[in-house]
């Protein structure tokens, strides 16, 4: 019998690993990690699960579930032209009964940036398959059950909607999604200093999501005309909001 040389296979192996490791090691060296902190309010209140609000309308309101995906980031540099994408960037954010801010940490290349760029919702390929992982896993109850695809923004709670009888409401339920409602939002640095840059040395940039806006601006909700969204229907009117100022750049660290 033919006796067999591994020694070819076995280089070639460890050649492979080799440079596998190296261009992680590169990939680490380039990058840095980087804090996103979410802050959530209601105009200057801090927003809480299963706390009772006003809209502009003076409609009073509470939620019992509040989530929404942040993905695709990207950064610009004015000085140099370049955009860095930053890998795999699919982030869901949920509101607490007691904590109003998140952390999550993203890896961005070395260097100085003018621009954050990112979407609120999920990009169309990733929308039309759900055998995904990390925070696209369909054990996060974000996916549809009546239709392929993601709930990009999912708000649940009550309106009080009899002033005669506190204790009276009806079930506000606004779920969004499809792809026609995955909206791109920009933010400057200049906006919160006067380089107008925002270094990796700084490792932290805070976000501020206001839930007044997604009510309120361009578009006004009004509870008793629309108070149950499933997917069509008059999403487009809160896709809008949350493409205008519902995020906004707070400061950076």
């Known amino acids: 019998m033919k ?9 070639l192996f460890l050649v492979l690993f080799s440079a596998c490791s190296e261009n992680e090691s590169k990939k680490d060296d380039e990058t840095e990690k980087i804090t996103l902190e979410l802050e959530f309010f ?27 995906y942040l993905s695709n980031f990207e950064f610009e540099s004015a000085s140099t032209n370049e955009t860095f994408k ?13 904590a109003t801010t998140f952390e999550r940490e993203i890896l961005v290349k070395k260097g100085d940036f003018s621009k954050m760029n990112f979407s609120i919702g999920v990009d169309s390929i990733k ?38 009888n506190p204790n009276a409401s009806i079930p506000l339920v606004f779920h969004i999604g499809l792809n026609s409602n995955y909206k791109k939002v920009s933010l400057s640095f200049d906006s919160v200093n006067d380089k107008g840059i925002f270094s990796t040395e700084n490792k ?16 006004q909700i009004d509870f008793n005309e629309i108070n149950n969204i ?20 707070k400061e950076i660290q």
Request: zero cysteines; a negative charge; proline letters at 2%.
């Open 42 to 68: 209601v105009k200057d209140k801090p927003l809480k699960l299963l706390q009772e609000y006003q809209n502009d309308l003076h409609q009073k309101y509470l939620l019992e579930n509040f989530k929404f």
């Open 86 to 98: 930053v890998e795999d960037s699919y982030l869901l954010f949920s509101a607490d009964r007691e």
């Open 127 to 164: 929308n039309t398959s759900l055998d995904n992982t990390g925070d696209l896993d369909i054990s996060n109850s974000m996916a549809w059950d009546w239709n392929t695809g993601y709930k990009f923004v999912v708000m649940e709670g009550k309106y009080f909607n009899d002033v005669s």
């Open 230 to 249: 499933m997917g069509g229907g008059k999403s487009a009117l809160l896709s809008q909001n949350y493409e205008n100022g519902f995020v906004t750049l």
């Open 204 to 219: 932290k940039i805070v976000l501020r999501v206001d839930l007044n806006d997604f009510f309120s601006s361009p578009n």
């Open 3 to 11: 006796k067999l040389n591994y020694y070819p296979i076995f280089f």
